[in-house]
C-alpha cells in the first residue's frame, strides 16, 4: 500500500512542472513582446506584468510546504507504512494543491486561495500526525 503513495508525490512534482514551463514561456513571451526590458527585470519580480507575476508566485510556492510532504511520502514508503487514511490524505493534499494553483494563477482571490492554502496546510498537517502514529506503532 504505501507504494501507492508515490502517485500523489508524481502528481505534485507534475505541477510543478506544469507552473515552471508555464511561467518559462509567459516570460520569455512578454519579453520577447517588448512588455519587459532585460534591465527591469534583472533584480527583481516587480516589473513583470500581473499575471507572469501570480504564475511565477504560484511556482515559488511549490517550494515551500511541498517539502514536508516529499520527506513523508519517501519516509512512508522506505519504512513500508502506509494504509487507506494515510493514502486518503496524500491524494486530498495533492488535489488541494492544484485547487490553491489553478486560484494562485487565475482570479487570485485571497479569500479562496488562503482557504485552498489553509486546507492544504492542516491536511499536511493529518498526513504527518497518521504517519508519525503509523512509525511509532509498527
Known sequence: MSDALIYPLLL???LTFVLLFANALM??????AGKVKPADIVLGQRAWPRQVQQVSNAFQNQMETPT??????ILAVILGVGGPILLSLAWLWAGLRIVHAV????????RWRFYAFAAGFFVLLAFWVTLAIGIVTR
Request: hydrophobic content about 50%; overall charge positive; proline content about 0%.
Open 12 to 14: 505534485q512534482v507534475a
Open 103 to 110: 486560484i494562485h494563477t487565475t482570479t487570485n482571490h485571497l
Open 27 to 32: 516570460r520569455t513571451g512578454a519579453v520577447g
Open 68 to 73: 514536508l510532504f516529499f520527506v513523508g511520502i
